[in-house]
C-alpha cells in the first residue's frame, strides 16, 4: 500500500492560485490523480496523468485553469491551481492506481492521500 501525502492547501482570493503537492512513500510507476469532495457534495474527479506525464486528463470545470504535472525522481504530484473561484472550494484528494494509465473514476484508485483543504473567498 502506498501512502500519499498532500500538502499546499489554504485560503485565497478569488482570481488567486494555489499548488497542491502530493508526496509518495515509494517510487511509484502508477498514474495518479487529483479528487475534490465539496461540503455536501460527492468526491469529484479534477486531473489524472500516467507514469510518463504525457496525456493528462481533466474535468472540464477545469480545464485551462488547473495543470497537473509530477516529477517522478521526487516521488511527487503536483496540481497547479490559477484563477480559482469560489467554487473551487473543497478538500482536495491525490490518488494513486496500479498501472500506468489515468482514469476519472474514483473507483479505479486504490490508494489515497488524507486531503487538503482549499478555501476560495469571494
Known amino acids: 500500500q502506498e501512502q500519499l501525502v498532500e500538502s499546499g492547501g489554504g485560503l485565497v482570493q478569488a482570481g488567486g492560485s494555489l499548488r497542491l503537492s502530493c508526496a509518495a512513500s515509494?517510487?511509484?510507476?502508477?498514474?495518479m490523480g487529483w479528487f475534490r469532495q465539496a461540503p455536501g457534495k460527492e468526491r469529484e474527479f479534477v486531473a489524472a496523468?500516467?507514469?510518463?506525464?504525457?496525456?493528462?486528463v481533466y474535468a472540464d470545470s477545469v480545464k485551462g485553469r488547473f495543470t497537473i504535472s509530477r516529477d517522478n525522481a521526487k516521488n511527487t504530484i503536483y496540481l497547479q491551481m490559477n484563477s480559482l473561484k469560489p467554487e473551487d472550494t473543497a478538500v482536495y484528494y491525490c490518488?494513486?492506481?496500479?498501472?500506468?494509465?489515468?482514469?476519472?473514476?474514483?473507483?479505479?484508485?486504490?490508494?489515497w492521500g488524507q486531503g487538503t483543504q482549499v478555501t476560495v473567498s469571494s
Open positions: 490518488a494513486s492506481k496500479s498501472g500506468g494509465v489515468p482514469s476519472a473514476s474514483a473507483s479505479a484508485y486504490n490508494d
Open positions: 515509494g517510487r511509484t510507476f502508477n498514474a
Open positions: 496523468i500516467p507514469w510518463s506525464g504525457s496525456r493528462t
